[in-house]
């Protein structure tokens, strides 16, 4: 067929030897599964892998108990009402307005980007694109590595998790080296150069632990590159993860990892 991709994770089959303008045209599909092996999952391919309905039953109580402020009643109906009310809390129509600016949605001219402390705008070939940053700074997480604890910044634009050359040096972590065409940036229209790869990055999250098999390490780094940057992979991890965080005043966007797109809303609580 025409699809080159694997059916059950999605990585491009032997990618550095398809052409370039084939590597550009399905770089950005849905559906990356990146740091997770799935050919052992078994089951239906179709089934769904990610989600809320996947949630244990405490894992949904303690989700609903946030988003509706109810924990209580069996597991359908409340898994309905957490529906329900993400779907009815969104704003209708192509725009949204945060501030005093307007954005389209259809053209995807606006993105929540975690890890920043101030929106930026990038122009690509086609469009400009508003990154746009949460309003109390940067999102954060404290996890630890080989003991140490650490905060984390999150990204659902990035990929790969990336993680600093000190953070590398600092901990001792194992890295091999890699050569690919298949890292852009922000964007989409300029190349990424990655040193490295991490071999296995574990860290706690908490008292669960987690390991990404493809975390990168950039060869030139920003100057904002403090500490792990934790992307895509980390989020799909996870069975579910959500993420609301208030843009201006009653502008929220609420991001689940990749499992639906971000959603703008209003009157959300800060997670």
């Not at 404290?142 to 998790?161: C, E, Y």
């Not at 780094?221 to 009653?250: I, K, N, P």
């Amino acid at each position: 067929g025409t699809d080159k991709r694997c059916p059950i994770c999605r990585r491009l089959l032997c990618g550095d030897l398809l052409d370039q303008d084939y590597n550009q045209r399905y770089r950005s599909l849905v559906g990356f599964r990146f740091g997770i092996d799935r050919h052992e999952a078994g089951g239906n391919l179709s089934d769904p892998i990610r989600g809320p309905r996947l949630l244990s039953d405490e894992q949904l109580q303690f989700e609903c108990k946030v988003v509706i402020g109810k924990s209580e009643g069996r597991r359908e109906e409340l898994l309905e009402e957490l529906l329900r009310s993400m779907s009815a809390s969104s704003y209708s129509g192509s725009e949204v307005t945060i501030g005093n600016k307007t954005y389209s949605l259809n053209e995807k001219s606006i993105q929540m980007e975690l890890s920043a402390s101030a929106t930026i705008r990038l122009s690509g070939e086609d469009k400009a694109v508003v990154f746009h940053a949460p309003k109390w700074g940067p999102v954060v997480v404290p996890i630890q590595v080989k003991g140490v604890p650490i905060l984390a910044s999150l990204s659902p634009n990035s990929i790969f998790t990336v993680v600093p050359k000190a953070v590398v040096k600092s901990f001792g972590l194992k890295t091999k080296p890699i050569t690919s065409s298949q890292f852009v940036d922000l964007v989409g229209d300029k190349c990424v150069d990655v040193a490295e790869v991490v071999d296995e990055f574990r860290f706690f999250l908490e008292d669960v632990e987690i390991c990404l098999n493809n975390a990168v390490v950039l060869k030139t780094e920003s100057s904002c590159m403090r500490s792990v940057q934790l992307g895509v992979d980390f989020f799909e991890s996870a069975l579910w993860t959500r993420c609301s965080v208030r843009l201006d005043d009653d502008s929220f966007a609420v991001s689940d990892g990749g499992y639906t797109t971000t959603m703008f809303m209003k009157d959300q609580p800060d997670e």
